[in-house]
């Protein structure tokens, strides 16, 4: 999973609730978040603003969650991404695929700016090897 940088996010979904005193917006329904390369789709994701600013600060989405990048993809109970950071928490029932490898565990960090994925709680891994 590569690094997205500064690429602009781009937001589509069935219902969208602005809450301007607390800085939030709560996008419900099919929701798909889409970053250079990555997609992240789930039924629900709430989109934190940076104070002061419409910078977009950080994105936590619930009720199943699925990443992809490139031929990479996991799937999580619920999942929180700090832009800024170019940091991923997948939590709950994490499952990976990569090529032909599968991994699964509670809870998956992966640094998008350094290309690395760490998991524990209880991980468990399915590689395939080639003939």
Do not use: C, W
Request: net charge negative; charged share 25%.
């Amino acid at each position: 999973m590569a690094d997205q940088g500064d690429a602009p996010v781009e937001v589509t979904a069935d219902n969208l609730a602005v809450n301007q005193s607390d800085g939030t917006a709560i996008f419900t329904g099919h929701v798909v978040i889409a970053q250079g390369a990555m997609r992240l789709a789930a039924p629900k994701v709430l989109v934190i603003y940076a104070e002061a600013s419409e910078r977009i600060e950080r994105l936590e989405a619930s009720g199943g969650v699925t990443l992809v990048s490139g031929e990479d993809a996991a799937e999580a109970r619920n999942a929180r991404y700090d832009i800024d950071a170019q940091v991923i928490v997948m939590e709950g029932d994490v499952l990976l695929a990569q090529g032909p490898s599968v991994m699964s565990s509670e809870r998956m960090t992966v640094d998008l700016e350094k290309g690395t994925a760490q998991m524990g709680g209880r991980v468990r891994t399915i590689l395939k090897q080639g003939k």
